[in-house]
């Protein structure tokens, strides 16, 4: 079984790092996603919503491989 990535893997997890390390809003990210599934109040509940927005808008919502 071969567990490197293929250059085309490599290239977009890259390329997808990248951009959220330059687009992530710093109190979005979560050392531990289940820690905070349920946005604490309103105002979180719509910086996600602006978040996943972001991320539709540059093409990273809804990815699959075929």
Do not use: C
Request: net charge negative.
């Amino acid at each position: 079984m071969d567990f490197e990535y293929t250059l085309e893997q490599d290239t977009f997890r890259k390329e997808f790092r990248g951009w959220l390390a330059a687009n992530l809003p710093a109190d979005l990210r979560v050392d531990d996603p289940v820690d905070d599934r349920v946005a604490s109040t309103r105002a979180m509940f719509e910086r996600r919503v602006a978040w996943q927005k972001a991320m539709h808008k540059a093409g990273w919502v809804g990815i699959a491989s075929a």
